[in-house]
Structures are given as structure tokens and as C-alpha cells.
């Protein structure tokens, strides 16, 4: 019998944990499934949150993506399986649409839409899961995906007019949150390197012209108010980022800047910010500890 090599996990995605009720342990496990978020965890074959504030179950595609990554780093290939094909299967009946759970300043009413995050997320998985199991109607899936990098926001795909990868994308004046960004560029750039050969090219064209926008606005990734300097959450609503944030960039601007040098100064510049404010938390954190207080 032969063994299928599977591809390396990408160093964005460097956790594991096959926890079955939570995924909280490192620093990107906390940012995902926060307790400022999230309590509980109920699974079933369409993978569902249930949030302690509300009681609720809630799709979110994001969330199993990432737990089929973490078995996948487990090396526990029959649970990376078994997640995969409950995303692809999901993909058809309910969409990848990243949702907004909360009322958050300077944004719109809870809602939600296609994201880049999610499609770069959930590339990795089905670019592993083709590696094991190819077939003719999963590339097409995989090409799908990539083809909403072409589309304008505006028409339903999550490109910014001006060329960004959109985590939110709900048209004209979607917010460009920084970290989904990059996640985007790394799941792009991990299936031009590990994809199907049918989709390599077009993978690296999509993240040549993202890393381009990256490069030029990465300046824009930082705030600073007289002394004080941070990171930003996005670039026109959001202003800061919370504190796992910090190393969340950090992390992926190590891994992106191995590929382009020009953004070395900005990975520079974070560990600078990190070292200096290291259990540094922001408004944007304070908020949701608030709301959870309120709502009890």
C-alpha cells in the first residue's frame, strides 16, 4: 500500500490540538476561539459554535478549517478527513460566508459575507484533501475559490478596488483588516507552492499582485500616538488591534517577509512593539470584555 505524503503545514498554522470541545491553548488558538467569544464548543457534521453569550449555535466555516488544520498538524489524518469533507461538504449547501456575531463600532449590523480569510484558510484544507484524494469536481471547487480573488467586493468576490484581499467584503468601502490580509496571501501562496499544478500559476499570479498592495500600504499597519505605537486591526473603522494580534502579524509577517524582503522593516517594527508592550491589551479587547460583563 502505498503513502501518500501529505504537504508541510504552513508556519501561520503552527499549533495542534485535537480537543474535540476546545481549541484555546496557544496564543492563535486564544485570538480564534477566545472566552471573550466563546465558552463552549458543540460539533456535529457541519461544525458549530455555540456561543456562551447567546446560547446560540452558529455556522462558521473558519472554525473548521482551522480544527482540520490542527489535526493536520497532528498528523491525525482520519480526523483531518473526516472535518475536510464536512467543510467541502458544507461548501455547496452554506457557503464559507465569515459572519459578524456583534455590533462593532463603526461597522455595519451583524452580517455576513464572503471573505478572503476564510477562502485562503480553507485552501490549505482542500489543497491537502485534493492531495489524497484528487478528483475533477474538487479542483474545480479549489479554482472557484481562487477565482474570488479576481472578483470586485462590489460583485461578490473579496477584492477591494484597489487590489486588496478583503476579510470582511461587502462592497465599495469594506475595511481591509490587516492580519485576514496576510492570512489570504499565505493561503495563496500555499497552493501555488502545494496546490494542484492546474491552479500553481494562477495561485502565484493572485499573490504577486496582493503582496504588491501588501508592501506598498505596510506602513499602514502600525499607529502611533505621540510615544505610544501599535499595531492596527484594520484601516478605516477598527484602528487598534488586540494583543495576540501582535504575535498573530508577527508570525506572518516572519513567514511573508521570507518571501518578499521589503517587508523586513515591518517585522522589524512589531517585534520592536511587542517586546516593549507584551501583555498590552487595547480598546478593541476592553470592548468585548465589557459586552460579556453587560450581557450576563
Known sequence: MSTVKYPPIIPELDYSGSDQTKINTSNFKYFLLS?????????????????????????????????????????????????????????????????????????????????ALNNGRGLGVLIRYYSKHPSAELLDKIKNVLKSFEILSSEGGVLSKDG????????????????????????????????PKEVRDTSKELFDKGIEKLVFRQDELFIKINNFE?????????????GPYIKIE???????????????????????????????????????????????
Request: hydrophobic letters at 35%; aromatic letters at 18%.
Open 35 to 115: 472566552t471573550f467569544f466563546y465558552e463552549r464548543v458543540k460539533l456535529d457534521e457541519k461544525i458549530y459554535l455555540k456561543l456562551a453569550f447567546s446560547g446560540k449555535l452558529h455556522y462558521m466555516p473558519l472554525f473548521t478549517m482551522t480544527k482540520a488544520l490542527a489535526h493536520y498538524n497532528d498528523s491525525d489524518y482520519e480526523n483531518f478527513e473526516k472535518v475536510s469533507k464536512a467543510l467541502i461538504n458544507s461548501m455547496d449547501k452554506y457557503g464559507w460566508l465569515h459572519e459578524n456575531l456583534m455590533q462593532l463600532p463603526g461597522h455595519p449590523k451583524k452580517f455576513k459575507s464572503y471573505s
Open 164 to 195: 486588496e484581499y478583503l476579510e470582511y467584503s461587502w462592497g465599495d468601502n469594506s475595511p481591509i483588516v490587516w492580519n485576514g490580509f496576510m492570512s489570504a496571501l499565505i493561503g495563496l501562496y500555499d497552493c501555488y507552492l502545494h496546490g
Open 230 to 242: 501599535w499595531i492596527k486591526y484594520d484601516d478605516n473603522k477598527l484602528y487598534f488591534a488586540d
Open 250 to 296: 508577527t508570525r506572518q509577517l516572519e513567514y511573508l517577509s521570507n518571501i518578499d524582503k521589503r517587508l523586513e522593516k515591518s517585522l522589524i517594527k512589531i517585534k520592536e512593539i511587542g517586546k516593549k508592550y507584551p501583555k498590552m491589551a487595547s480598546r478593541y479587547e476592553y470592548y468585548y470584555f465589557i459586552k460579556k460583563r453587560l450581557m450576563k
